[in-house]
């Protein structure tokens, strides 16, 4: 490149140095000026107008696994067999844990597992051999000395504990080597009936949880990954050690399912397990795990469908316990005529934690472009990402253009999750006191749920909600369905589950026909006259197009004639059921009872004062042998069998990372410490040099 | 020749008409022309994070006095969505640091950021901190073993630490955020300390203990 000839290359090679360095000089300081100045004015704009940061709170940034937990070898093994009787809209679950001392040591063995968020638990058996040992509902506090006295003593003995409604942990001592101790437990729950289709869910791990606060050492024993911290107080009960993917799925569950759907079923499907299925009549079906075991890493789903017409728009199922009639009512609203569509706000919240990492925040992208897609022009919209800190897209709701949708669109594709979980910022930006104006302002929440906070959270929404409704859509194979229902609760919304990709189109389009369609307002349940009735839930939630009324009452005598009766789009709707046509059906008493400690639980957060609501839930939970936040089951094997000189190793059982999650993206890495900023200087100076010398040869041989 | 050379430059505008279409010479100008804008760029914006980052310290230093003075989460710029919550001081190798609050990356382009969820520097239990090894923490690299480190904390008050050990680890080692223990502060940044790119595996860490000798806890001084 360098073809010139000169007779005196060393004054030559002096000039050209010179040059260089002037011009590099010149270059560096041109560049340093014009990058301070850009850089400055960028920052000052997408300080003030892009991004508005909630930076109220800062603190756990990252989901820190602070503790090893304690899973060592001398952990249980633990299996799970769980069977399902069906009947109607009613589900039985006896779910059987087995825990294997595979060492030679005397174990104690802990598990954290979830059950379904509205379980009724209402027995425990505990299995040594093949005698079966009946527990006692003790409050929490009691059980637990009888649960020490007894392991101290040397004798077998289970507890079974609840830490949030849809989390729970069994305790097992005494646990002699190469020995098998059996937990089995039994739940009443009433099934989730939408759209046509009944829908059993049952979760297998408690997925790691972000827990906002700041760390306090806890005196006691540290069997979770992380310590307390001063608002989530508990934290070191919910996370339970987690086994990175490469040491192998654990935990292995099976699961069978006798379907009674009382009439005749169009189709059955499991969306995220293999099933066989085998067909017993038009109504029943018995289904199992096709691969008979499968590792405890994300939930399980059964959807039923009964065939077109079938499907009762009523059911009233009774049973007679204790002198009292306990019943669960069903009653379905003829679906909406198309009404005029009402002009919207939408406020989307998307979580980009690291435990959306994978699969999880591709499933919500995709549900959010759709959402974005759908908005109609006249409809305002604004969107809010939050992981360690929040951020709004545009500082006010904008109007539905294609300028507008597209810049959302792209936003949403840039994001990445990673970092933590801050999702109080995000409702405060997204609940911020705006009512949309004449629009229906909706805010609809995309996340996987996986907080240790939800109380604090709950009581921010029941705030701050105003005018506004909350829809939560539960993103990933292990999402928080205690957080999703609660919280669409006291947002007055829905809730909906994506697990998979290939279900976004599905699941959101129900979700814009709920949101989209007139809501069924103002219910109220008229029992008859000289009935004494106490129901739950006592105020009855709007309904949402393919939502069912769902009560559960206890009553004096059966007479009469229940009316349910609602208003939507100005038009009057009522339904009248005869109490005497009723269907018998076992465990309605613990769903009343249950359906009562959640509203007694509830009435906390609207200022009941906690130590009453306590003494209330015992008495409750005691009558009714139900496992509450304050109340729990305790068996003791009378027998001693540990000996005196023998010692008990504790420790916590480990637990699979929910599928498709990333294990370094939720628990962290430390933090990065480096820039380009060496690389970009020193690229940027050969680059200077090497035009320079360009330009310079080219200069050169015009004198050749 | 030496008078043909200087005209170099003005070279061009004397160039005879007829060669001027001479098509060569252009696609390289405008290659080399491109070349040195990308250059400019380039340099400017490695330039620009050693600038922002250095700069940034001085508007920090003044948010701290502020909350010395007792102001809460004092900002130093307006839009800023991070704080200083302490001061961090190597005597030995003169370097004098303010630790913002958070150790993500938008924090620790202006100085070493405390990682949240640990105790704030100063308190007791593990306080971790990270930052760039090629802007603020670069000074990491000449610690030694008994190195003194200094934390001024809100109040004013001031914790010796002694430097005890320094590894290198991988970034998913993250039991060094681990809380029981004594006072300690942990440092982390990255490692190699020569690499030319951001984002390798590798981070060096150094560990300093509260200074026994030295009571802890001390008044301000100077």
């Known amino acids: 490149m360098l073809s010139m000839q000169t007779k005196n290359p060393g004054a030559n090679a002096r000039i050209v140095a010179f040059d260089l360095i002037a011009f590099v000089a010149l270059a560096a300081a041109i560049a340093l000026s014009a990058a301070v100045v850009l850089t400055a004015v960028v920052l000052l704009l997408a300080g003030r107008a892009e991004a508005s940061p909630a930076g109220e709170e800062k603190q756990g940034a990252l989901l820190l696994r602070t503790m090893e937990g304690k899973a060592s070898a001398s952990a249980p093994l633990l299996s799970t067999d769980v069977s399902f009787r069906v009947s109607g809209m009613v589900a039985r679950a006896r779910v059987v844990q087995t825990f294997h001392n595979a060492s030679a040591d005397w174990v104690e063995g802990v598990y954290v597992f979830p059950l379904p968020e509205n379980a009724a638990v209402d027995r425990l058996q505990m299995r040594v051999g093949e005698r079966l040992i009946e527990s006692e509902i003790r409050e929490r506090g009691a059980a637990r000395q009888v649960f020490d006295q007894a392991r101290a003593s040397g004798q077998r003995t289970a507890l079974m504990d609840q830490e949030r409604p849809n989390i729970f942990t069994t305790r097992v001592a005494n646990i002699g080597p190469q020995e098998l101790i059996a937990v089995e437990l039994e739940y009443q729950q009433s099934l989730r009936y939408d759209n046509g289709r009944y829908s059993l869910r049952f979760p297998m791990v408690v997925g790691p949880r972000y827990l906002p606060g700041n760390l306090r050492v806890s005196a006691t024993e540290q069997l979770g990954w992380s310590l307390n911290t001063d608002q989530v107080l508990d934290a070191a009960r919910i996370t339970p050690p987690v086994l990175r993917p490469e040491a192998g799925p654990v935990n292995p569950v099976s699961i069978r399912v006798e379907l009674d759907a009382g009439v005749p079923i169009a189709q059955v499907a499991s969306p995220y397990h293999r099933v066989d299925i085998r067909s017993l009549s038009p109504s029943k079906r018995q289904i199992e795990l096709a691969a008979g075991a499968v590792p405890a890493n994300k939930d399980f789903e059964l959807i039923w469908e009964p065939q077109g017409g079938s499907a009762p728009q009523v059911a009233w199922f009774t049973e007679h316990k204790d002198g009292r009639h306990y019943g669960l009512l069903m009653v379905l609203p003829p679906a909406a005529a198309p009404g005029t569509r009402l002009a919207r706000e939408v406020v989307f919240v998307l979580d980009t934690s690291g435990s959306m990492a994978g699969a999880s925040i591709r499933q919500a992208k995709d549900a959010l472009e759709l959402a974005l897609a759908r908005l109609a022009p006249g409809d305002r919209f604004n969107v809010i990402e939050f992981n360690s800190t929040a951020q709004t897209l545009f500082a006010d709701a904008q109007p539905v253009n294609p300028r507008n949708v597209r810049r959302a669109a792209d936003w949403v594709q840039s994001l990445q999750a990673r970092g933590g979980t801050e999702m109080a910022a995000a409702l405060r930006l997204a609940l911020d006191g705006s009512d949309g104006g004449t629009r229906v302002r909706q805010v609809v929440f995309l996340t996987d749920g996986a907080v240790g906070n939800e109380d604090a959270l709950f009581r921010l929404i029941r705030e701050r909600l105003g005018d506004t409704r909350l829809f939560t859509i539960g993103i990933g194979s292990a999402p928080n369905s205690h957080f999703m229902s609660k919280a669409a609760q006291l947002g007055r919304g829905t809730f909906t589950y994506i697990g998979r990709i290939d279900e976004v189109q599905s699941k959101m389009g129900e979700l814009f026909a709920k949101l989209e369609s007139p809501v069924l307002k103002g219910l109220e349940v008229h029992w008859p006259q000289g009935v004494r009735a106490q129901a739950w839930p006592a105020r009855i939630p709007d309904l949402y197009a393919g939502e069912p009324v769902v009560i559960a009452a206890a009553l004096e005598q059966l007479e009469g004639e229940v009316r349910v009766s609602g208003m939507r789009d100005a038009k009057p709707w009522e339904a009248r059921v005869p109490l005497a046509l009723n269907g018998s059906g076992a465990g309605m008493g613990s769903l009343w009872a249950r359906g009562k400690v959640e509203a007694l639980i509830d009435s906390i957060r609207e200022g009941a004062p906690e130590a009453e609501v306590r003494t209330q839930v015992i008495e409750l939970a005691t009558a009714h042998r139900l496992v509450t936040k304050y109340t729990s089951f305790v068996a003791v094997d009378r027998t001693p069998a540990r000996p005196s000189d023998a010692q008990l190793k504790l420790a916590a059982v480990p637990t699979n990372l929910p599928e498709g999650w990333e294990y370094d993206k939720v628990f962290g890495e430390l933090p990065q410490g480096a820039t380009d900023s060496r690389y970009a200087m020193l690229t940027g100076v050969l680059m200077l040099l090497f035009a320079f010398s360009m330009l310079l040869a080219q200069r050169r041989r015009s004198f050749a | ?222």
Not at chain 2, 79 to 97: F, H, N, Q, S
């Open chain 2, 1 to 222: 020749m030496k008078p043909d050379l200087d005209l170099a430059w003005g070279a061009e505008c004397a160039w005879p008409e007829g060669r001027a279409e001479r098509p060569p010479a252009r696609p390289w100008k405008y290659l080399a022309l491109a070349l040195l804008l990308t250059g400019i760029l380039q340099f400017g914006h490695g330039a620009w994070i050693q600038a922002k980052a250095w700069l940034a310290q001085v508007l920090i230093a003044q948010a701290w006095s502020r909350t010395l003075n007792g102001e809460q989460r004092a900002k130093p710029w307006p839009w800023a969505d991070t704080w200083p919550v302490a001061r961090l001081i190597a005597p030995r190798l003169g370097t004098d640091l303010y630790v913002l609050a958070g150790a993500d990356g938008s924090a620790i382009a202006f100085g070493p950021g405390h990682l949240s969820g640990t105790p704030v520097p100063g308190e007791s239990g593990n306080s971790v901190i990270g930052g760039h090894r090629d802007t603020h923490l670069a000074f990491l690299r000449h610690v030694k073993q008994g190195d003194e480190l200094l934390v001024e904390r809100p109040d004013r008050t001031r914790v010796a630490y002694e430097v005890r050990d320094a590894l290198v680890l991988d970034k998913r080692d993250v039991w060094v955020t681990k809380q029981e223990g004594p006072r300690r502060l942990t440092l982390v940044t990255c490692f190699p300390f020569d690499a030319l790119r951001a984002g390798g595996p590798q981070r060096y860490v150094v560990f300093a203990f509260e200074s026994k000798n030295r009571g802890g806890e001390r008044g301000t001084r100077g």
